[in-house]
């Protein structure tokens, strides 16, 4: 790692340490301070996917069968196993670094990287990264952010994902003319799964009435779910100040 | 000897008989709630598996969301405050419409779902209410967890969310229903339209 990158990285931490991220007084659910702001990159990502994004994931999806665009989202997840192990150790779970360090092993021997054999014998994919293990070291939230390109996201998984991507530690053990293969996998996935989940990604974008407050709702939700965090803002219906008795009819 | 230790143990069943049958019946159990979500993901598994059309199916599940769930319940609480001010026709015909839009929406994504299964792993309680927990395995899918919350407070046990992967339908809907009442400037009777189109 180079040390403007090092010094980077140490920046990016203690930003995050230090509680430099937006934190209402009282726990919110949403927790949306530059939604002005959030909202023009909405709508500027909404034009970026309807111009490119989903009509290249279509052709990639037609253009390329189905067992060749999983062995490279499969070979994307291989390059990131080591990011991930990592990630487990620095939050403590031996578990999960063990059992990415046998994904990985498996997948070499058995899979060239390319197929996922660890997989299809019950060892599955148990994805981390950065912006996890600052939740662990007791990083908050912060506010919500939605990032060009990429979309929803906090300031503490921002974060989180800038070291992921200057970071994986594959790159200390290959070629410096093949660290374009890693970032290129990553991509190439992530237009798969445009492809994958094209119709649940067209209904929220284009057939939402608030396409950005769905966004946002559902990434939260779903984020703190990935967290093993408690859903501390269930609805109880039955408790609704509004509902007093919806049976009296 | 062992006369007595069966002397015993039949008093000891006649004293628990007595006991369960003093115990109030309304109180909501495990079993029953995953009783219910069992009947719910038969009903879907024999819906997405039917090879009926697309249209069909639509009507399948809002006879299975109206069985199953508590539709006045849901809607009152997608309405959010505005609820309130409405008066109880404009309710039941908000409820009403609430159900076809939402067959519509869903249903549609349910066709992802064929040759897929769902399966009950397990359940839990949570404040008053039962949180089953199901597993739902689609092909060339990682699985994926959805949990159906149910109650007996509308007086039957009832679903009245249905959460996967952290993501809550009452949640998600409250915030569309809300953006839609926005953007007809709080005017209930055109959403109710709209959402029956």
Redesign the interface.
């Given at each position: 790692m180079t040390r403007t990158k090092t010094a980077g990285l140490a920046a990016l931490l203690s930003l995050a340490l230090l509680g430099a991220c937006s934190t209402p007084e009282q726990p919110t659910e949403i927790h949306d301070p530059y939604e002005k702001t959030n909202r023009k990159i909405h709508a500027f990502n909404k034009g970026l996917d309807s111009a490119i994004v989903r009509p290249t994931s279509r052709v990639y999806g037609l253009a390329l069968p189905k067992p060749v665009r999983?062995g490279i989202s499969n070979f994307a997840n291989y390059v990131d196993t080591p990011r991930f192990i990592v990630n487990d150790l620095a939050q403590g779970n031996i578990d999960d670094a063990g059992h990415n360090f046998t994904r990985f092993v498996l997948n070499t021997v058995f899979g060239l990287g390319v197929l996922d054999m660890a997989g299809s014998i019950g060892v599955?994919?148990r994805r981390t990264g950065f912006g996890e293990t600052l939740y662990t070291w007791g990083a908050r939230e912060g506010a919500y952010i939605e990032l060009p390109a990429i979309g929803p996201s906090n300031e503490r998984d921002a974060v989180g994902q800038v070291v992921d991507f200057i970071s994986n530690p594959i790159s200390g053990v290959i070629d410096a003319s093949d660290e374009w293969i890693p970032p290129t996998a990553n991509v190439m996935d992530r237009v798969n799964q445009r492809y994958e989940f094209g119709?649940?990604i067209d209904?929220l974008l284009y057939e939402?009435?608030?396409s950005y407050?769905?966004g946002r709702?559902?990434y939260l939700?779903?984020?703190?779910?990935?967290l093993g965090q408690e859903?501390a803002?269930?609805?109880?219906?039955?408790d609704?100040p509004?509902?007093e008795d919806?049976?009296a009819? | 000897m062992h006369s007595d230790t069966g002397r015993r143990s039949a008093l000891a069943l006649l004293a628990g008989a007595a006991a369960l049958a003093a115990l109030p019946a309304a109180a909501l159990t495990d079993g029953q709630a995953r009783g219910l979500v069992d009947k719910v993901v038969g009903d879907i598994n024999s819906i997405i598996n039917s090879g009926r059309s697309e249209q069909a199916m639509y009507g399948d599940f809002e006879k299975l969301f109206r069985r199953y769930g508590d539709v006045?319940?849901?809607a009152?609480?997608a309405l959010?405050?505005d609820?309130?001010s409405a008066t109880?026709q404009q309710?039941?015909a908000f409820a009403d419409a609430f159900a076809v839009y939402l067959s519509r929406?869903y249903g549609?994504?349910f066709r992802?779902f064929i040759g897929g299964r769902i399966e009950v792993e397990g359940t839990r309680k949570?404040?008053?209410?039962y949180e089953v927990v199901s597993n739902t395995v689609l092909k060339?899918q990682?699985p994926f967890e959805v949990v159906f919350r149910v109650?007996d407070?509308?007086?039957r046990d009832l679903f009245?969310?249905i959460?996967i992967?952290?993501?809550?339908l009452?949640?998600?809907e409250?915030?569309?229903i809300?953006?839609?009442l926005?953007?007809r400037r709080g005017d209930l009777d055109a959403l109710i339209r709209d959402l029956r189109a």
């Amino acid at each position: 790692m180079t040390r403007t990158k090092t010094a980077g990285l140490a920046a990016l931490l203690s930003l995050a340490l230090l509680g430099a991220c937006s934190t209402p007084e009282q726990p919110t659910e949403i927790h949306d301070p530059y939604e002005k702001t959030n909202r023009k990159i909405h709508a500027f990502n909404k034009g970026l996917d309807s111009a490119i994004v989903r009509p290249t994931s279509r052709v990639y999806g037609l253009a390329l069968p189905k067992p060749v665009r999983r062995g490279i989202s499969n070979f994307a997840n291989y390059v990131d196993t080591p990011r991930f192990i990592v990630n487990d150790l620095a939050q403590g779970n031996i578990d999960d670094a063990g059992h990415n360090f046998t994904r990985f092993v498996l997948n070499t021997v058995f899979g060239l990287g390319v197929l996922d054999m660890a997989g299809s014998i019950g060892v599955e994919t148990r994805r981390t990264g950065f912006g996890e293990t600052l939740y662990t070291w007791g990083a908050r939230e912060g506010a919500y952010i939605e990032l060009p390109a990429i979309g929803p996201s906090n300031e503490r998984d921002a974060v989180g994902q800038v070291v992921d991507f200057i970071s994986n530690p594959i790159s200390g053990v290959i070629d410096a003319s093949d660290e374009w293969i890693p970032p290129t996998a990553n991509v190439m996935d992530r237009v798969n799964q445009r492809y994958e989940f094209g119709a649940t990604i067209d209904s929220l974008l284009y057939e939402s009435e608030d396409s950005y407050a769905q966004g946002r709702s559902l990434y939260l939700q779903n984020r703190r779910f990935e967290l093993g965090q408690e859903d501390a803002f269930a609805f109880d219906p039955y408790d609704d100040p509004y509902s007093e008795d919806p049976y009296a009819q | 000897m062992h006369s007595d230790t069966g002397r015993r143990s039949a008093l000891a069943l006649l004293a628990g008989a007595a006991a369960l049958a003093a115990l109030p019946a309304a109180a909501l159990t495990d079993g029953q709630a995953r009783g219910l979500v069992d009947k719910v993901v038969g009903d879907i598994n024999s819906i997405i598996n039917s090879g009926r059309s697309e249209q069909a199916m639509y009507g399948d599940f809002e006879k299975l969301f109206r069985r199953y769930g508590d539709v006045p319940i849901i809607a009152r609480t997608a309405l959010g405050p505005d609820a309130r001010s409405a008066t109880s026709q404009q309710l039941s015909a908000f409820a009403d419409a609430f159900a076809v839009y939402l067959s519509r929406k869903y249903g549609r994504r349910f066709r992802e779902f064929i040759g897929g299964r769902i399966e009950v792993e397990g359940t839990r309680k949570v404040r008053d209410y039962y949180e089953v927990v199901s597993n739902t395995v689609l092909k060339g899918q990682a699985p994926f967890e959805v949990v159906f919350r149910v109650s007996d407070k509308s007086g039957r046990d009832l679903f009245f969310d249905i959460v996967i992967e952290g993501i809550s339908l009452l949640k998600t809907e409250r915030t569309e229903i809300g953006a839609m009442l926005d953007k007809r400037r709080g005017d209930l009777d055109a959403l109710i339209r709209d959402l029956r189109a």
